[in-house]
């Protein structure tokens, strides 16, 4: 069982973390400031349940298996940055117009599973998360204080909801902001493109 002081300090520096810059973060605000807050935090969502993942990848080794396999990491690697791509594609082709009486996802042609299942795939898809919490992870486990496997589900648990604070704050200001340009198709417009910029910037670098 962790230590309160443990867990503390470990939540502390997962708030640091998810407030740096980085691929998840960008596409909760950009696809937040595209589609509205709903959109937003269901992508957040997303995005821890992908946490889940890669802490039960940590936990039964797999995530070791990814960091020693060259093959396994490019493969990974390709399709997350495939996604980006494809995502965008759709954003560039997005059509622009005001968007009133529906949630701005409906209008874009997304359900909210869909919504969130961007989410899931983005975080799944990275194979840095999997590495990140291989080296993370097991800097705040004690053999002394219990099964390891438990305390990496515990840190995951603390990390995830660290997450969802920090990305949630982050998907309602951007979807607050970009809410008044959204009224303009002009300035939509503009958005459409500046997200399909973001998205396959993202999707460059990753697989660079």
């Known amino acids: ?20 810059p980085g691929p998840d973060n960008v596409f909760v605000l950009v696809h937040a400031a595209q589609h509205g807050v709903r959109a937003g935090l269901l992508v957040v969502l997303g995005l821890c349940s992908g946490l889940l993942f890669h802490t039960a990848a ?7 298996l990814l960091a020693t396999s060259a093959l396994a990491f ?27 009486g529906q949630a701005d996802e409906e209008n874009a042609g997304l359900s909210p599973w869909q919504t969130y299942g961007r989410g899931v795939l983005m975080n799944i898809s990275n194979p ?25 589900a515990q840190l995951g648990a603390v990390f995830g909801l ?18 008044r340009l959204r009224e303009s198709a002009g300035a939509q417009q503009t958005l459409n493109r500046l997200a399909a910029v973001v998205f396959a910037g993202l999707g460059l670098k990753l697989l660079v």
């Open 58 to 64: 940590v936990a039964l080794g797999l995530a070791a």
């Open 74 to 100: 490019t493969v990974l690697k390709t399709v997350g940055a495939l996604y980006l791509l494809w995502l965008a594609w759709l954003s560039w082709r997005a059509p622009a117009g005001p968007l009133e």
């Open 1 to 20: 069982m962790l230590t309160l002081q443990t867990v503390l300090a470990f939540f502390s520096v997962s708030v640091l973390l998810a407030l740096a």
């Open 128 to 152: 840095k998360v999997a590495i990140f919490f291989l080296a993370f992870l097991p800097q705040f486990v004690d053999p002394a204080l219990g099964p390891v496997q438990w305390q990496i």
């Open 162 to 179: 660290a997450t969802l604070l920090t990305f949630g704050s982050i998907a309602a200001l951007a979807g607050r902001f970009g809410q």
